[in-house]
Nanobody, 124 residues
Framework: HLVQSGGGLVQPGGSLKLSCAASGYTFSSNAMGWFRQAPGKEREFVASINWGGASTDYADSVKGRFTISRDNAKNTMYLQMNSLKPEDTAEYYC???????????????????WGQGTQVTVSS
């Protein structure tokens, strides 16, 4: 249901933008989020946005560098990543909650739908 694009290799300090498009289902009334998982580590919360886009939440490690947004008319969510660091290297996943008109969610267990993942590598 969720198709991701973007990602790739970027130098430290660079920028990337990830997209997450819903296919076959409308997620405009669902909170959505981004998670990431580095090799040998557990999946961790990155950012979340409520159904209308007015409320957002970020992990402390990305606050001020990453921006989550959504365009409900296009059924698409984005993650703009600036000032990237090597420690941002991970597989990134987008996700959508099942509950309608909910607020932001930081726990992975609150998300029912997941994208296929996309690799982000920050290296010189």
């Amino acid at each position: 249901h969720l198709v991701q694009s973007g990602g790739g290799l970027v130098q430290p300090g660079g920028s990337l933008k990830l997209s997450c498009a819903a296919s076959g289902y409308t997620f405009s009334s669902n909170a959505m989020g981004w998670f990431r998982q580095a090799p040998g580590k557990e999946r961790e919360f990155v950012a979340s946005i409520n159904w209308g886009g007015a409320s957002t939440d970020y992990a402390d490690s990305v606050k001020g560098r990453f921006t989550i947004s959504r365009d409900n008319a296009k059924n698409t969510m984005y993650l703009q990543m600036n000032s990237l660091k090597p420690e941002d290297t991970a597989e990134y996943y987008c996700a959508a909650t099942q509950r309608s008109y909910g607020s932001t969610e930081t726990a992975a267990r609150r998300y029912a739908y997941w994208g296929q993942g996309t690799q982000v590598t920050v290296s010189s």
